[in-house]
C-alpha cells in the first residue's frame, strides 16, 4: 500500500510539472543557460574529510510572468565513495557506512563493497533535477510575490559509484518574496519525498530557505543567504549552511554569479564556493 501510494503521489506530481510547463506555450519565451563549477569539502560526519567538484548545465525558461521552469543536468567528481550525493544544486550527503563498508544479501549471494573500494574516485552523471514555478501573487504594496514550486529528481547518477541513491524524490514548497527600495527579502519552506533504499534509510525530509539583499549598483547585486534541512537520512544530521552571495550583470546578455559557504551543522559541507556564467535570450 505504501508503495502503491508514492507510485500515486510521483505520477501527480508529474503531471503538475508537465502542466507548468505547457500552459503558456503560446506566450514569449525566455530562455537562460549558465555553467560553472561549484566545490564542497568536509567530512559530512565521518571519519574521513571528503571534496567534491560539480560542473553544471542549467537551463531556465520562462514562459510568462508567472511560470518558470528549470533543468539541471550535474557533472561529478568526488574524492571517494563513502558518502552519497543525493541533491542537485544543494547536496544532501547520506553516509553510507561510518566504517567504509555494505554488505547486500540476495536469495544467491552477499554481495560486499570494501573499504579500499568506497575510498577511492568517483566521477560521472550526477541526478538531474527538473523545478517549475508558479507565481500566483505579484508584491503589491505589502504583499510580496508567492511562489509555488515543485521539484523532482531524476536518478541518472551511478549508485554504485556513489553519485547518487538511484531512486526519483520529488518535492514542493512556497516562496515568499519582495523589494523594498534597493534591498530584497525571500523565506521558503518545502519538502522533499525520497525514494525507499534497501541499504539506506532515507526519509522524507523539509527545507528551508531565507536571504536578504541589497542592489548596490545597476551592474551588482549582493545578499547573505541561509539553506537547511531536517535529517535526510536515519543516520546523518540535520543540514545548515550559510552563504555569501554576489551577481554580476556583465552586459544584458550576460551575468556572473558566485558564492561562498560555510556549514554549520556535521551534515553539511565544511565549506563551499562557487562560480556560474550565464547567457540570457
Known amino acids: 500500500m505504501n508503495s502503491m501510494s508514492r507510485q500515486v503521489r510521483l505520477f501527480l506530481f508529474v503531471m503538475l510539472i508537465l502542466s507548468c510547463t505547457t500552459l503558456s506555450r503560446a506566450e514569449t519565451s525566455r530562455f537562460s543557460i549558465g555553467t560553472g563549477v561549484d566545490y564542497r569539502t568536509g567530512d559530512y560526519g565521518t571519519d574521513d574529510s ?77 541526478d538531474i533535477s527538473l523545478t517549475a514555478g508558479y507565481t500566483f501573487l505579484h508584491q503589491d504594496g505589502m504583499r510580496p510575490n508567492a511562489r509555488l514550486y515543485a521539484y523532482l529528481k531524476i536518478p541518472t547518477a551511478d549508485e554504485d559509484k556513489g553519485l547518487g541513491t538511484g531512486e526519483f524524490d520529488y518535492g514542493a514548497g512556497l516562496e515568499l518574496s519582495a523589494w523594498k527600495d534597493f534591498w530584497y527579502g525571500k ?25 536578504l ?34 551577481t554580476l550583470w556583465l552586459s544584458r546578455q550576460w551575468s556572473a554569479e558566485s558564492y561562498l559557504g560555510k556549514g554549520l551543522t556535521s551534515g553539511s559541507a565544511d565549506f563551499s564556493a562557487g562560480i556560474k556564467l550565464y547567457r540570457h535570450f
Open 187 to 211: 523565506i521558503a519552506a518545502g519538502g522533499v519525498f525520497q525514494g525507499e533504499h534497501a541499504d539506506w534509510e532515507l526519509k522524507d525530509y523539509a527545507t528551508f530557505e531565507g536571504e
Open 50 to 126: 571528503f571534496d567534491s567538484f560539480t560542473i553544471p548545465v542549467i537551463i531556465n525558461y520562462y514562459p510568462s510572468a508567472r511560470f518558470d521552469f528549470e533543468v539541471f543536468i550535474p557533472y561529478l567528481y568526488q574524492s571517494s565513495s563513502t558518502t552519497v550525493l543525493a541533491g542537485g544544486d544543494r547536496v544532501i550527503s547520506v553516509d553510507r557506512n561510518g566504517r567504509g563498508r555494505r554488505a547486500t544479501s540476495t536469495t544467491t549471494e552477499i554481495v560486499e563493497t570494501t573499504e579500499e573500494d568506497l575510498e577511492s574516485s568517483e566521477s560521472g552523471l550526477g
Open 213 to 246: 539583499g541589497r542592489q548596490f549598483t545597476n551592474r551588482v547585486y549582493g545578499s547573505l543567504s541561509a539553506w537547511g534541512a531536517t535529517k535526510p537520512a536515519e543516520d546523518s544530521s540535520s543540514l545548515l549552511e550559510i552563504r555569501v552571495n554576489n
